[in-house]
């Protein structure tokens, strides 16, 4: 079974950058697509940005322009990329590998935390 690892969260002020990686065990190629989703407390679990298998990008309104998505195949790792970072921004991130075959896999999440 594949295991997804996010790293890069952390404590950022208010139009700073990070820039998320979700390393896989296995081979990124296997999912369909592959995503990131937040969650803020409180709110349901809402998706960030996903990247299909050839590279195709779908983003939510509110990060659009902000955030950019991509992966490295060769290293069987998604990022997320995430500029101009907004207070409401702040959440655990959430990496999701998704297949036809063997339905959703997650990561445990990093906390992403942007200050005023």
């Known amino acids: 079974q594949v295991q997804l690892v996010e790293s890069g969260g952390g404590l950022v002020q208010a139009g700073g950058s990070l820039r998320l990686s979700c390393a896989a065990s296995?081979?990124?190629?296997?999912?369909?697509?592959m995503g990131w989703y937040r969650q803020a407390p409180g709110k349901q679990r809402e998706l960030v940005a996903t990247?299909?298998?050839?590279?195709?990008?779908n983003y939510a309104d509110s990060v659009k322009g902000r955030f950019t998505i991509s992966r490295a195949n060769a290293k069987n790792t998604v990022y997320l990329q995430m500029n101009s970072l907004k207070p409401e921004d702040t959440a655990v991130y959430y990496c999701n590998g998704y297949s036809s075959w063997t339905g959703d896999f997650w990561g445990q999440g990093t906390q992403v935390t942007v200050s005023s």
């Open positions: 990247i299909t298998r050839g590279a195709s990008t």
């Open positions: 296995g081979s990124i190629i296997s999912f369909n697509t």
